[in-house]
């Protein structure tokens, strides 16, 4: 057993004679081995049932990055069974490690995950785990995350949208503006995500640039925009928020998705409860869009959030997100009663006239006949 | 009978008649569609799947059938009926406005005699040619960048998003919707009510 672990590397190990009960709870500690990437053990892959080599590569920097580090969750917190390190060994812990049970923290997440497809193919036999979708080393806030990257990270991996959905015209626009889980897990809690792009750099407005240019704090903002203090920016206030940014010479705008709240139902997803009806969305009383907030991302993957009021949806400000039915402008409904009653008006009093002179003409007629 | 037939005059061939029913015909299959789309929640014409893809197949058959209109017209150079006369336009206008504002009434001959080469009355001339070379693009051109959004995504961030586009076609929608009403009432006002209806089947004008 002790040849699979590469030559080297276990010389490496071994000859750093670590104290012999020293029991890593510092992280830095398990990048002594696990920050080489030429680290592997062989094992059998519990599928294919055939010899594989596993790489045991740790990316520091990304561990570093995650969310689980930040809160400061340790390698051993997930890896729980092992308990010490043992230096004399050539490997300083067991080799087969038991499955990470992510629940055992993430209970919610755990008992919502039962009521779930992914879940109930355990009845065939085939497992899934939670980090078959959300990874495990390098987890991350997932709330800033455009639709694109929350698909591109968790469904796309397994599924191709294209080859279902046949009845759902414009399927492309419908992937690139509401998140999968959206339709899939009905009852999650969802809302409009209205974000700011840079027209100059193309890309996503970031908290800290924003607030910089602004020349405020980000507990400020609502302060200064929101100002009959109710919370939410509704649309006279979100005139001047625009107003305010082109004061100071960001030329931006503003871009809508429909994404799931960070929620555990977002793991209800079964098979023919999906949203399937249009009007549903695609209507002016949508429950979809009651929810609108306003976001700037921080680096951590997390964001200051902005309630606004959904007429703003229908502004121009957010020039960039039509829905059909859904956010349709009321002004350009008047403007079209407006003008058909014109044409109708035009018409109805042409034809009384025509009518009323009717005696008119025919007494033309009997003269010139 | 043969001086019935010398008084009918030839004013509309034959693929300006196909033409024309084709047009019209998509014309209210797209207005009644589009009001479904626009309406989801207060109509129920038909799903909005159905009034959507139908809506898609009927805007193409009107591309392609203003596609034909515009290669005969052009091809054969009869667009000339469409481009008003500079220095007569604006009296021939103020005539006819004054003939469907009084003169039609007391029973006063039309203005403008037509003749194949000289189908439009001024009004017309202007009406239909900014319908068919601006008005009419625009609403086709907008409606295929609403087809594909995200295919067309460049054009359409070019042109300052999506709710522009959509106004577009929405504002030309009411436009062509009041068109509509006010041509089928215009075309009411021949010799009899439905002279120029017949004539748009039959191609022949009753000329007086
Ligand atoms: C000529 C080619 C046309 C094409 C290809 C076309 C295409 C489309 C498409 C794809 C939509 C869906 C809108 C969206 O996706 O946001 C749409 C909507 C609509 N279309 Fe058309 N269209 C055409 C002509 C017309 C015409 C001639 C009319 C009426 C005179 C019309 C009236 C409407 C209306 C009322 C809507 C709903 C718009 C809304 O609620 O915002 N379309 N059209």
Redesign the interface.
């Known amino acids: 057993m002790k040849k699979i672990l590469r030559w080297g590397l276990s010389i490496v190990c071994i000859c750093w004679l670590w104290p012999a009960a020293g029991f890593a709870n510092e992280n830095s500690e398990w990048f002594e081995c696990h920050s080489d990437e030429g680290l592997t053990k062989e094992s059998t892959d519990n599928i294919l049932k055939t010899e594989i080599t596993e790489f045991l590569y740790v990316d520091e920097e990304k561990f570093n990055h995650s969310v689980h580090n930040i809160n400061g969750i340790t390698c051993v917190d997930c890896h729980s069974d092992i308990e010490e390190l043992n230096y004399d060994e050539e490997v300083p812990h067991e080799q087969y490690l038991k499955a990470v049970c992510c629940a055992s923290c993430h209970e919610e997440a755990g008992d919502d995950f039962k009521n779930s497809v992914h879940m109930k193919m355990r009845n065939k036999g085939i497992t899934m785990t939670c980090y078959a979708c959300h990874g495990y080393h390098y987890v991350q806030h997932m709330e800033s995350a455009s639709v694109a990257e929350r698909e591109n990270s968790i469904c796309l991996k397994c599924h191709n949208p294209y080859q279902f959905h046949d ?4 399927r ?2 419908h992937f ?1 503006y509401v998140e999968c889980v959206v339709c899939h897990a009905p009852d999650v809690p969802r809302h409009i995500n209205l974000k700011l792009y840079d027209l100059v750099t193309d890309s996503f407005y970031k908290s800290d640039k924003l607030f910089k240019v602004l020349g405020m704090e980000p507990e400020q903002f609502m302060g200064t925009i929101d100002a009959n203090k109710d919370g939410l920016i509704d649309a006279a206030e979100f005139d001047n928020l625009v107003l305010l940014l082109k004061q100071k010479n960001i030329h931006a ?1 503003f871009r809508a998705e429909l994404v799931a709240d960070i929620n555990s139902i977002a793991h209800h997803v079964n098979r023919g409860t999906a949203e399937k009806t ?2 549903n969305c ?4 949508s429950p979809y869009f009651n929810a609108v907030s306003l976001i700037f991302s921080k680096d951590d993957g997390t964001v200051e959030r902005y309630n606004v009021a959904r007429p703003v949806l229908e502004s ?1 400000h ?5 829905l ?2 859904g956010t ?2 009321k002004l ?1 409904d008047k ?2 009663i407006f ?2 009653a ?3 008006c ?2 109805f009093i ?2 009384t ?2 009518v009323l ?1 009717i005696p ?2 025919k007494k ?2 009997q003269d010139e006949a | 009978m043969t001086s019935e037939k010398e008084k009918m005059i030839y004013v509309h061939s034959a693929p300006v008649r196909v033409w024309h029913w084709i047009n019209a015909f998509g014309f209210v299959l797209l207005i009644l569609t589009g009001l479904q789309i626009r309406y989801a929640e207060m109509l129920n014409l038909m799903p909005l799947s159905d009034a959507i893809s139908l809506h898609n197949y009927v805007g193409f058959a009107v591309i392609f059938d203003y596609l034909l209109w515009l290669v005969y017209y052009v091809g054969s150079g009869k667009v000339r009926i469409y481009i008003p006369d500079l220095r007569q336009v604006v009296t021939l206008a103020v005539k006819q406005v004054k003939y469907y504002g009084y003169g039609f009434f007391v029973g006063k001959p039309n203005p403008h005699a037509m003749t194949p080469d000289n189908k439009f009355n001024a009004l017309q001339q202007q009406a239909y040619l900014m319908i068919m070379f601006v008005l009419l693009p625009a609403q086709m051109i907008s409606g295929v960048f609403l087809w594909k959004i995200k295919g067309y995504s460049e054009y359409i961030n070019l042109l300052g998003g999506i709710k522009v586009i959509d106004t577009i076609h929405v504002v030309l929608f009411f436009f062509f919707t009041t068109f509509i009403l006010i041509h089928c009432y215009l075309a009411t006002l021949g010799h009899t009510p439905l002279a120029h209806f017949k004539a748009m089947f039959t191609g022949y004008e009753e000329h007086h």
Request: glycine content about 6%; charged content about 15%; aromatic content about 12%.
């Open positions: 009845w759902l015209p414009s492309d626009s690139a705008v249009c009007q695609h209507s002016a009383e121009y957010v020039s960039h997100f039509y059909l039915a349709r402008m350009m403007i079209g003008l058909l014109g044409g109708a035009a018409v042409h034809f006239a025509r002179t008119l003409r033309k007629d």
